[in-house]
């Protein structure tokens, strides 16, 4: 129930393509949800996140698109580009678990030029 | 904003040494902390949570003994690995709550071999 699922592992677009990853949860209770990106022999770093209450959320090229009835949201990526190679996470927490992060597998996305 | 750094970032050791890695929180205070490992190509596994000022809260498997945490102040929290093994060989990673916010900001990590 602490599980969330992230896919597809591994995606390749094209420059300019919009790359869609997806996350699935189980538990209700989850309040917060970030997307992370990380680049080969960094740390990742926090893009954009939604809490339940929101469908969408913009940030620049990024968006978070979530439905809380079917316990998914998904990541998209306008406009992709080259240097957006990375692995993405999803990841779910709650307040009252500590703010602890459960993370998804990740996804390695590539994109050509 | 909202910056976390380490030290170092890479360290070789012999085995049976003992490695110190520092967290920082840079410009903001956080009342918890807490450190991963991860594994090539795979996701952060949490080990442990550290609160400034009480003991850390373990992960299920994870040695308290070997992988000792301490949180001293609002912006410190360091991570020594005892005894290291080649089997300690790893990226570690620690990230940062400021107070009274769920987000968690994440360090550089820090690359670990243990020959």
């Known amino acids: 129930q602490q599980q969330v699922k992230q896919s597809p592992q591994s995606l390749i677009v094209q420059k300019g393509g919009i790359p869609i990853i997806n996350c699935a949860y189980e538990?209700?209770?989850?309040?917060?949800f970030p997307w992370y990106q990380q680049f080969p022999g960094k740390g990742p770093a926090l893009l954009i996140a939604?809490?339940?209450?929101?469908s969408e959320k913009k940030e620049g090229r990024f968006t978070i698109s979530f439905n809380k009835s079917a316990k998914q949201f998904s990541l998209h990526i306008m406009d992709s580009q080259p240097g957006d190679s990375a692995t993405y996470f999803c990841?779910?927490?709650?307040?009252?678990?500590?703010?602890?992060?459960?993370f998804g597998a990740g996804t390695i996305l590539r994109v050509k030029s | 904003g909202a910056v976390v750094s380490q030290h170092p970032s890479r360290v070789i050791c012999k085995s049976g040494t003992s490695v110190k890695i520092e967290c920082r929180s840079l410009?903001?205070?956080?009342?918890?902390m807490f450190w991963y490992r991860q594994f090539p190509k795979q996701s952060l596994m949490l080990m442990a949570t550290?609160?400034?000022?009480?003991?850390?809260?373990?992960e299920q498997g994870v040695e308290k003994d070997k992988f000792l945490i301490n949180h001293a102040s609002l912006t410190l929290s360091t991570l020594t690995v005892t005894s290291a093994h080649p089997e300690d060989s790893s990226f570690y990673i620690c990230?940062?709550?400021?107070?009274?916010?769920?987000?968690?900001?994440f360090g550089p990590g820090t690359r670990l071999l243990v020959l």
């Open positions: 410009d903001f205070q956080a009342t918890t």
């Open positions: 550290s609160n400034e000022g009480s003991k850390a809260t373990y």
């Open positions: 538990n209700t209770a989850f309040d917060y």
């Open positions: 990230s940062a709550n400021p107070t009274v916010q769920e987000t968690q900001y």
């Open positions: 990841a779910a927490s709650r307040r009252e678990y500590g703010n602890k992060l459960v």
């Open positions: 939604i809490r339940p209450d929101v």
